[in-house]
């Protein structure tokens, strides 16, 4: 695990984190209207990014407030008035994020900290469960986090098909995205959209494959090959039934008329407005 520390004091500002995939839904700033109880961009004890370091608000350490940056619009901090957390030494080091319909996070300026310690193995692609069960009805932002994950994969399917119509197999994989990229481009030949990755070789010319849960390293293919996360590439690969547990404290309000309870869960539908609009 590795510790984030102030590059320009050395202090540590975090607790000891592991890497994780930065989750799609980074990229869509704000989830609904008024949301209170919205929840950390990224699991407590993780960290991940690209450009930023992003964090669990309650995994940083030796950090004050900036004064007249706490700014929010009405429950909480939503950080555009720039950077509002300091290490000690009196360097902004990074904002805090935890206004209603804002994934909670804490993001690090870039390049005001340094890892240090020994960020450990790098899992094999096996270590992984990849016939995991979802617990789509116990987590109530599963839905939210595939649907985001699904439009931003769509909307790169788009663009690597170009004009051409792509053809979609039967099962998951259409019932996600047939219906919008039918409505894409029209050219023949088409290309077929198709998964690849743990269990799954490559037989289309469009390849879905997983982000590394860890690294968000694309699972190696051949071909054109558009890496989606690995919560939403083992929804769409594992075709098999899977028990989706009875709804409860008043999630999934559809379900109320099914019975028995449905073994996997509706469809999913690709939320790309959302990703547009903060992208
Ligand atoms: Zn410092």
Known sequence: ?????CVGCGAPLTVPLTQVDLPDHAVVHQWGNG??????????????????VVVAPGDVRGLSWVEGRLVGYCCGIDGHGGP???CACGRPVATRVDDCSLWQAVWFVPGAVRAT???????PWDAFDWDGVPLTAEDRWWRVRVEISAGAALLRVAAVAGDARVLVPDGPLADTFRHELARCGQRDPAVTLGLAGP?????????LVPRH?????????????????????????????QPVRPRTSGQ???HLDDD???RRCRSITPRVSDVLRWQ
């Open 252 to 254: 999934w309000a559809t």
């Open 35 to 52: 949301v209170r109880d919205m929840p950390g961009l990224v699991p407590a004890g993780t960290w991940a990014g690209r450009d930023a």
């Open 84 to 86: 509002n957390l300091a």
């Open 213 to 241: 849960p860890q690294t968000g390293e694309a699972w190696p293919a051949p071909g054109p090959v558009v890496p989606v996360a690995a919560e939403l590439w083992t929804w769409l690969a594992r075709t098999a039934e």
């Open 260 to 262: 028995p309870p449905p």
């Open 199 to 207: 269990g799954a070789e490559p037989d289309s010319d469009v390849l």
């Open 117 to 123: 310690g020994d960020p450990g193995p790098v899992l």
């Open 1 to 5: 695990m590795v510790v984030f520390e």
